[in-house]
């Protein structure tokens, strides 16, 4: 085998790759999605309960629609 070229392939396999190209771009957002949101703990042994640092008065939603709760970022400490 001197080289393998894309112009052997049966055709029936273009649709096969473009789906799985899909589904891997699909899988990677799905991941980078889940691994950003605020309820994942990445560092576990500096603070173990993260949900104990959250203010009475300190929503971690993204979104209130009655604007009880003061402006929240996930970056403070």
Same mark, same amino acid.
């Given at each position: 085998?001197?080289? +393998? /070229?894309?112009?052997?392939? &049966?055709?029936?396999? +273009? &649709?096969?790759?473009?789906?799985?190209a899909?589904?891997?771009?699909?899988?990677?957002y799905?991941? +980078?999605?889940? /691994?950003?949101? &605020?309820?994942?703990?990445?560092?576990?042994? /500096?603070? &173990?309960?993260?949900?104990?640092?959250?203010?009475?008065?300190?929503?971690?939603?993204?979104?209130?629609?009655?604007?009880?709760?003061?402006?929240? /970022?996930?970056f403070?400490?």
């Open positions: 085998m001197a080289g +393998y /070229s894309l112009t052997n392939v &049966p055709s029936g396999v +273009y &649709p096969l790759f473009g789906v799985m899909f589904a891997v771009g699909g899988l990677g799905f991941l +980078y999605h889940k /691994s950003t949101a &605020p309820d994942v703990i990445w560092a576990r042994k /500096s603070n &173990p309960h993260p949900w104990l640092s959250v203010k009475p008065n300190q929503t971690s939603k993204l979104y209130d629609p009655f604007n009880r709760f003061e402006k929240w /970022s996930r403070s400490a």
